[in-house]
Structures are given as C-alpha cells and as structure tokens.
Nanobody
Framework: QVQFVESGGDLVQAGGSLRLSCAAS????????MAWYRQSPGKQRELVAR???????NYADSVKGRFTISRDNAENTVYLQMNNLKPEDTAVYYC????????WGQGTQVTVSS
C-alpha cells in the first residue's frame, strides 16, 4: 500500500514562494505518474500539476508559469515549487498518483495572505 506524507506548507504573503515535498512509500514510485492536488474550503479537490514517469509535466491553467513539479526517484519524493503565490492558492495540498488512488495523506496547509 502506497502512503503519502506531505510537508512544507506555511503562511506566506502574496507574491511569496513555498516548496512542498511529498514522501511516498512503495517500490514502484519511479514508474508511476505523480501529481499534486489541492482543496479549498467548500470546493472539490482539484488537480494542480502532474509529472509522468518520463518527467513530462502538465499544469492547471491557474498555476502555469508559477508552479513547478519535479520528482526525485532515488528518494521517492515529489516536489512542488510555488512562486508568486496568490490568495486564491490558499488550500490544503495533497500528493497522490495520477490518476489518484483512494489513499490520501494528511495534506499540508498553504495560506496566502493578501
């Protein structure tokens, strides 16, 4: 069973940056597409960015040019570099496979103040 442990969330001002990390368990990490998702209060969880096993990346339109997803297969870790943060980026951020499994971690809270 794969488990995900997210970290790196914080309270930042608009225009600031954060780097999120996600440690994933399991021996098949390197062959799986991975993704970051986020959920704001009262909204459905949404896909933010994904990275394939061959490192091809895709981003939601709302974060293109500001967020960068990357992975370290040796460490079973996926990252999300977030720059020029906006108040609308405030959410709990989760990582998971893409497509997602039913097993979610606790997430990490990102709060962007205006």
């Amino acid at each position: 069973q794969v488990q995900f442990v997210e970290s790196g969330g914080d309270l930042v001002q608009a225009g600031g940056s954060l780097r999120l990390s996600c440690a994933a368990s399991g021996s098949t990490f390197s062959v799986n597409a991975m993704a970051w998702y986020r959920q704001s209060p009262g909204k459905q969880r949404e896909l933010v960015a994904r990275i394939a096993a061959n490192r091809i990346t895709n981003y939601a339109d709302s974060v293109k040019g500001r967020f960068t997803i990357s992975r370290d297969n040796a460490e079973n870790t996926v990252y999300l570099q977030m720059n020029n943060l906006k108040p609308e980026d405030t959410a709990v951020y989760y990582c998971n496979k893409f497509p997602s499994t039913i097993l979610w971690g606790q997430g990490t809270q990102v709060t962007v103040s205006s």
